[in-house]
């Protein structure tokens, strides 16, 4: 019963360098987040994907990019990582658009960008 | 920005005491959802709202979703060491589909 999986589970980074952040879900989940995770500041949606083949924006899209690949996988894409993006990334999946909404998350990647 | 205001930020505690937090916006929610998370893990859902004025329990802890839609609650009884852990609200907007989150409310327990 995975859930939610994340992939990597710890990554170190350069400044400048790239990395795609995996996820995928086996609950038939229509909706996928990616969310950071930044001590006192709470979990902040980054993107989000309402269903297969759409994404929206969040509260702090800036320097990220992201693929709903197909129903079970959504990835995150750092182009050029950036100290400032050193966090806690969790990616979650909900129930069905018009039913009732419950997120789960997965176990989350630490990101450290030197 | 937040649409959540949680509080309090953190908690100092003795067990065996009760816990009170609350999630308040100037928006109207259709769902309030309350997570924990532990050190090093994603958060777990703990308890799931869906109307106003809905009170529901899931073992030691209750929670409610206020009656004007834009406030919810959650309440743990006799607190016990493994309440530790980092509690957030969540909600989802009026017409919108993705949840927002509440900063957090960090409980420490003395034994």
């Known amino acids: 019963n995975a859930g939610v999986t994340q992939t990597p589970k710890f990554q170190v980074l350069k400044t400048g360098q790239s990395m795609t952040l995996q996820c995928a879900q086996d609950?038939?989940?229509?909706?996928m987040y990616w969310y950071r995770q930044d001590p006192g500041m709470g979990l902040r949606l980054i993107y989000y994907s309402a269903s297969e083949g759409t994404t929206d924006k969040g509260e702090v899209p800036n320097g990220y990019n992201v693929s709903r690949l197909n129903k079970r996988e959504f990835s995150l894409r750092l182009e050029s990582a950036a100290p400032s993006q050193t966090s806690v990334y969790f990616c979650a999946s909900s129930t069905p658009t018009g039913r009732r909404t419950e997120a789960f998350f997965g176990q989350g990647t630490r990101l450290t960008v030197v | 920005g937040q649409q959540l205001n949680q509080s309090p930020q953190s908690m100092f505690i003795q067990e065996g005491e009760d816990v009170s937090m609350n999630c308040t916006s100037s928006s109207i929610f259709n769902t309030w959802l309350w997570y924990k998370q532990d050190p090093g893990e994603g958060p777990v859902l703990l308890i799931a709202l869906y109307k106003a004025g809905e009170l529901t329990s899931n073992g030691r802890l209750t929670a409610q979703f206020g009656i004007t839609r834009k406030d919810s609650f959650l309440n743990i009884s006799a607190s016990i060491p493994s309440d530790v852990g980092i509690y957030f609200c969540?909600?989802?907007?009026?017409?919108?589909?993705?949840?927002?989150f509440g900063q957090g409310t960090r409980l420490t327990i003395n034994p």
């Open positions: 609950m038939n989940h229509n909706s």
């Open positions: 969540a909600g989802q907007l009026q017409g919108a589909q993705k949840l927002v």
